[in-house]
């Protein structure tokens, strides 16, 4: 079974969650194919992230006289069919946030796509992110009459459905997966439940590995008390953070807290740590390698991230994976991890003085406390997100789907 993952680009820096996916589905013995809308908009600095580039194809690097050829062919090989498709891309596309001629170059992408599919043998397509990744291979679907499917993350999707035509994607795909159960509850409520058997839960997972470092690679000391890995963005709530750290730090607290990360709010952070003159508690420490994050993970004490909107951070699985106790908030699929006093904490969002509470705790938490935590989380996130498990999942909702295309082709050739 030839599957192709599409995304709006890929790799990225925050989204090593679909590497993970894609290299334990070929682990399992699937043939992947990935293709992305565009590189990603960042500068890659992960390895592992530069490798998977070379396996991945573009749409909007290609050659223009190649796209002009593979748009003539998809159209006129099927007219009937891309007229079809065409009317579909109209119909999402009215009143829809990217708008009308949007949705027409959606519609050129999947005939671009349909081609490069077809030369493949390709069966189904996946996509991430129910936005316009998932609009492209929806369409290109409809057009080569396959299957496909898709993962919702959130909290993006969750927040504008009408004005991406999620009720429209769920009800044309085999199947759609949210990461937790909190994302499959909001993806029911679009349908009726007469279709909520096509949603399901899998999840984002990390490697056997990860779970069980080398003691070579577990410092014995602790060189940072807290830290925080996520885009520097309104979402993440890092200037909350900022602000308990101030009020850590009134109290008579010495505390040492790293940011990973980059994004559009690091210069306000920038200002807010130099308005509570925390210039050498923080540390704004940019963009890191998978392998710097996890080193950094190793030689920290507590994870936290005061998020105000999220799906479920991975960051935080990898927390726990590594017995770091997480101190978050109450929202979305965060609390289906964390066990309050049991492997972190967790806080109203946007409650600063909670937030300073709760790092005030993990600051006085005795060593047997802080190890019984740190291994409490480590077997709930192996239990929840091993992501061999999770691929297995996929796999299997990718092999009904197959077993059931292929009996319905049969009977209908049949009949």
């Given at each position: 079974?030839?599957?192709?993952?599409?995304t709006n680009q890929y790799p990225a820096i925050s989204h090593t969650?679909?590497?993970?996916?894609?290299?334990?589905?070929?682990?399992?013995?699937?043939?992947?194919?990935?293709?992305?809308?565009?590189?990603?908009?960042?500068?890659?600095?992960?390895?592992?992230?530069?490798?998977?580039?070379?396996?991945?194809?573009?749409?909007?690097?290609?050659?223009?006289?190649?796209?002009?050829?593979?748009?003539?062919?998809?159209?006129?090989?099927?007219?009937?069919?891309?007229?079809?498709?065409?009317?579909?891309?109209?119909?999402?596309?009215?009143?829809?946030?990217?708008?009308?001629?949007?949705?027409?170059?959606?519609?050129?992408?999947?005939?671009?796509?349909?081609?490069?599919?077809?030369?493949?043998?390709?069966?189904?397509?996946?996509?991430?992110?129910?936005?316009?990744?998932?609009?492209?291979?929806?369409?290109?679907?409809?057009?080569?009459?396959?299957?496909?499917?898709?993962?919702?993350?959130?909290?993006?999707?969750?927040?504008?459905?009408?004005?991406?035509?999620?009720?429209?994607?769920?009800?044309?795909?085999?199947?759609?997966?949210?990461?937790?159960?909190?994302?499959?509850?909001?993806?029911?409520?679009?349908?009726?439940?007469?279709?909520?058997?096509?949603?399901?839960?899998?999840?984002?997972?990390?490697?056997?590995?990860?779970?069980?470092?080398?003691?070579?690679?577990?410092?014995?000391?602790?060189?940072?008390?807290?830290?925080?890995?996520?885009?520097?963005?309104?979402?993440?709530?890092?200037?909350?953070?900022?602000?308990?750290?101030?009020?850590?730090?009134?109290?008579?607290?010495?505390?040492?807290?790293?940011?990973?990360?980059?994004?559009?709010?690091?210069?306000?952070?920038?200002?807010?740590?130099?308005?509570?003159?925390?210039?050498?508690?923080?540390?704004?420490?940019?963009?890191?390698?998978?392998?710097?994050?996890?080193?950094?993970?190793?030689?920290?004490?507590?994870?936290?991230?005061?998020?105000?909107?999220?799906?479920?951070?991975?960051?935080?699985?990898?927390?726990?994976?590594?017995?770091r106790p997480v101190i978050s908030t109450y929202i979305a699929g965060i609390p289906e991890?964390?066990?309050?006093?049991?492997?972190?904490?967790?806080?109203?969002?946007?409650?600063?003085?909670?937030?300073?509470?709760?790092?005030?705790?993990?600051?006085?938490?005795?060593?047997?406390?802080?190890?019984?935590?740190?291994?409490?989380?480590?077997?709930?996130?192996?239990?929840?997100?091993?992501?061999?498990?999770?691929?297995?999942?996929?796999?299997?909702?990718?092999?009904?789907?197959?077993?059931?295309?292929?009996?319905?082709?049969?009977?209908?050739?049949?009949?």
């Amino acid at each position: 079974m030839q599957i192709a993952y599409l995304t709006n680009q890929y790799p990225a820096i925050s989204h090593t969650f679909i590497r993970r996916e894609i290299q334990a589905l070929e682990r399992k013995g699937l043939q992947i194919a990935r293709y992305s809308v565009r590189p990603s908009f960042t500068d890659l600095i992960d390895p592992k992230d530069i490798e998977e580039s070379k396996r991945t194809t573009y749409l909007v690097t290609a050659r223009k006289v190649d796209l002009a050829r593979d748009i003539f062919k998809g159209f006129f090989l099927n007219p009937l069919s891309a007229l079809k498709t065409f009317g579909l891309a109209i119909k999402c596309g009215w009143r829809s946030e990217a708008g009308l001629i949007r949705h027409i170059i959606y519609f050129l992408e999947a005939l671009v796509l349909s081609q490069w599919l077809n030369q493949n043998k390709t069966t189904h397509i996946h996509a991430h992110f129910g936005t316009n990744a998932t609009t492209v291979t929806m369409l290109t679907a409809t057009l080569m009459n396959i299957g496909f499917s898709f993962t919702v993350h959130g909290p993006e999707e969750f927040e504008k459905p009408g004005l991406i035509a999620l009720k429209e994607k769920v009800t044309r795909a085999k199947f759609v997966a949210g990461i937790s159960s909190f994302g499959a509850s909001q993806l029911k409520m679009l349908v009726s439940p007469d279709k909520w058997e096509r949603i399901k839960i899998v999840r984002c997972g990390l490697e056997e590995e990860f779970f069980n470092p080398p003691e070579k690679d577990n410092p014995p000391q602790r060189n940072t008390d807290f830290l925080c890995v996520g885009r520097l963005c309104a979402q993440k709530g890092q200037i909350d953070l900022v602000d308990a750290a101030a009020l850590l730090k009134k109290n008579g607290h010495h505390f040492h807290l790293m940011m990973i990360g980059d994004g559009p709010m690091r210069s306000d952070i920038e200002k807010r740590i130099h308005h509570h003159g925390l210039e050498h508690e923080i540390e704004l420490a940019g963009w890191k390698t998978q392998d710097e994050v996890r080193s950094a993970l190793l030689q920290t004490k507590t994870f936290i991230l005061p998020s105000y909107a999220e799906g479920l951070p991975v960051a935080i699985m990898e927390a726990l994976g590594v017995k770091r106790p997480v101190i978050s908030t109450y929202i979305a699929g965060i609390p289906e991890l964390i066990v309050p006093e049991s492997c972190g904490w967790l806080v109203p969002a946007g409650d600063v003085k909670a937030v300073a509470e709760a790092m005030e705790q993990a600051l006085l938490i005795s060593p047997d406390d802080y190890a019984a935590m740190g291994e409490v989380g480590k077997q709930q996130t192996m239990v929840m997100h091993h992501i061999d498990q999770e691929a297995a999942k996929l796999k299997q909702y990718f092999n009904d789907y197959h077993s059931g295309h292929q009996s319905a082709s049969h009977q209908e050739a049949s009949s």
